[in-house]
């Protein structure tokens, strides 16, 4: 089946404008996973939503960073004002989080990421 | 907090051999997952193994095994017969059993030599 996808798969703006990245996530899944990876480094965790429980925002950088998932599907991050700093791979990933016969799934499935270079 | 440790920026295997990738990790919680990603080129993070931690049978996926030493905190990657097509960047991570968050380290890049 069609797994996590993300879209634009390259974006370049420049310093100052607001920019907007699409997840749709596997059809069915219930969690979705925004992540931010730097050149050279680990993957930071961003956002994460659960089915229609609040978000935990916990890991965005700024308030210039905001994310949406509308109708427990499609997620949108949106960044506003970049900077050169937001330059990084952007992933998505979703994930059936859940209890399936007593046995905790949240196996996180990824999209291929959209790279973002702030000029 | 949690930190996930990766000490091997960059590793090396000749293919057929077999090749162990470190991970150590800190916490204080009792109950958490533990999870090797694989990365190739393409982007796209590939699961290869998980494993919980009340468990102490280490966990096995064909060609991919791991050595998790609770006490010690270690949770490392055993690639067995090495092929061409594991070369990519792998990650280890954590997630605590409660929480949302999944913290990752910051990756070993395997090359595979023919």
Redesign the interface.
């Known amino acids: 089946g069609a797994g996590v996808s993300q879209s634009p798969s390259n974006k370049v703006t420049e310093k100052g404008k607001d920019v907007e990245l699409r997840c749709d996530p596997i059809s069915g899944h219930t969690a979705l996973?925004w992540?931010r990876q730097s050149l050279?480094?680990?993957?930071?965790?961003l956002i994460?939503f659960?089915g229609n429980s609040a978000p935990?925002k916990?890991?965005l950088p700024s308030d210039r960073f905001s994310a949406e998932r509308t109708g427990g599907s499609v997620s949108t991050l949106t960044i506003q004002r970049t900077q050169q700093e937001d330059s990084a791979?952007y992933?998505c990933?979703s994930s059936p989080r859940g209890l399936s016969a007593g046995v905790?799934t949240?196996?996180?499935?990824?999209?291929?990421?959209t790279?973002l270079t702030v000029l | 907090a949690q930190t996930v440790t990766q000490s091997q920026p960059e590793m090396s295997v000749q293919e057929a051999e077999t090749v162990t990738l470190s991970c150590t990790y800190d916490t204080s919680e009792s109950d958490y997952y533990l999870f090797w990603y694989k990365q190739p080129p393409s982007r796209q993070m590939i699961l290869v193994i998980r494993q919980e931690a009340y468990k102490q049978q280490n966990a096995t996926e064909n060609r991919f095994s791991v050595n998790f030493q609770k006490a010690a905190k270690s949770f490392s990657l055993k690639i067995s017969d090495s092929q061409l097509g594991d070369a990519a960047m792998y990650f280890c991570a954590y997630r605590h059993s409660e929480g949302n968050q999944f913290y990752f380290g910051t990756g070993t890049s395997l090359t595979v030599i023919p």
């Open positions: 996973y992540y050279g480094q680990g993957l930071e965790f994460y659960q935990d916990s890991g791979v992933l990933a905790l949240d196996t996180q499935y990824f999209g291929p990421g790279r």
